[in-house]
Nanobody, 123 residues
Framework: QVQLVESGGGLVQPGGSLRLSCAAS????????MGWFRQAPGKEREIVAA???????YYIDSVKGRFTISRDNAKNTVSLQMNSLKPEDTAVYFC?????????????????WGQGTQVTVSS
């Protein structure tokens, strides 16, 4: 069992930055691939970025060069640094854990989810 708690969302102007953090419970955090998903109103949940057990990363094209995912296995945390934010990045962002050695990009593959944190990019 893994419990995930996100933090760091908020309101930011276009071009600004936010850093999302996800704290995980349990002693097996390092055995999970971790993902950040987002869901905007009326849209399906989509993966934004993911990081494997070994530190390999994946990003959707729209955030490449702007977002960076990282993990700290000693602290049981995964973070998403978001720079150059755009209005289209507005969504609820979710942290998720997947018990697999590889990165998977579909929401149904992930076993545990946080409650989500709102990110709003607006002037």
């Amino acid at each position: 069992q893994v419990q995930l708690v996100e933090s760091g969302g908020g309101l930011v102007q276009p071009g600004g930055s936010l850093r999302l953090s996800c704290a995980a419970s349990g002693r097996t955090f390092s055995t999970y691939a971790m993902g950040w998903f987002r869901q905007a109103p009326g849209k399906e949940r989509e993966i934004v970025a993911a990081i494997s057990r070994s530190g390999g990363t994946y990003y959707i094209d729209s955030v490449k060069g702007r977002f960076t995912i990282s993990r700290d296995n000693a602290k049981n945390t995964v973070s998403l640094q978001m720079n150059s934010l755009k209005p289209e990045d507005t969504a609820v962002y979710f942290c998720a854990a997947d018990y697999t050695p590889v990165i998977r990009t579909t929401a149904r593959s992930y076993d545990y989810w946080g409650q989500g944190t709102q990110v709003t990019v607006s002037s």
